[in-house]
DNA sequence: CAGAATTAAATGCGTTTGCAAATATCCCGG
DNA sequence: CCGGGATATTTGCAAACGCATTTAATTCTG
């Protein structure tokens, strides 16, 4: 029933199996990591996009705010009401660029970076349990296909 | 600055590099697959949860609906109505578990087969772009990386 | 075997999201 | 150096989301 589908060549996901389809398994992943990460940070009045701005910006200094959302991987309206909170709340001070004044930069305090420092414990946990068992050689190459492939699909140069 | 800071040793996130990150760099990749995937399906009116419910009913025959929320890696109330839409197209049927009167299984129709092979080569290019220039048995030992990263962090055995 | 505890799915409800439009500024060609 | 088009960010708004609760059914326990 499924073969006779499929004149065009193309492999069908029947074919390669859920298991075995790379984005798939990307997203169960993730979406695992993430919803761990979202139930920690929730007591620290934190959401995903303010977490991965603050993530984003505790190693980037000064960004504007469509690097900041590239980066951050949060769409740039997000971000924007993201950034009202955080810098509500201190942890960040968005101030126009000096050479363009269409153009805002975003800068993490000291409050947001302790902010940051305390909740990056549960990151690395959650990253140390996703690569239990995997040695660091196969770490590096996992690593390695990673980063070509944000090459392959990234829209912009960075 | 940076380095005062962690007297701990746990690495910080300067030290390893965003761009080093795996859990990062998943997030950046699935991040743009996935709205790139959102904005080529808009058109044919299907959301997110409902193209990922479909691609797993493509493969996994008359699950329940609390697996369902699993493979696909969408919240279970979310599914729940993006069933209801689905069911309201045709494209699924919900069936009363024969065992357990409180259980849902959830069927693909032929309809929703026939959607779901209409999408997939999109799903297929994008995956194709993803894995541009990866050679076979990187891929191979990419996918066989995920897999392992799976059963670590899952909480159910599926 | 009765009642408590658990499990499956749906729903109420406040919050968040993302698209599109608005606003403000900059850049380039003529 | 003026006006049209591009670019940076914010905001309006309707749709989507997720948590917690509800309803219904099953299973466990004394």
Known sequence: MTDQRRIAGLPGLGEIGLGNFAPYLMNRIMGRYNASLR????????STPKMRALAVLSVIDAPLIRELAVYAVVEQSTLSRALDQLAGEGLIQRETDAGDSRATRVHITETGRAAF???????????ARMFQGIPEDERRAFVATLQTMLGNIRKHDF
Not at 117 to 127: I, L, R, V
């Open 39 to 46: 139930a920690d940070l929730a007591g620290l009045g934190l």
């Open 117 to 127: 420092e305390a909740m990056w414990p549960k990151m690395a946990a959650a990253y």
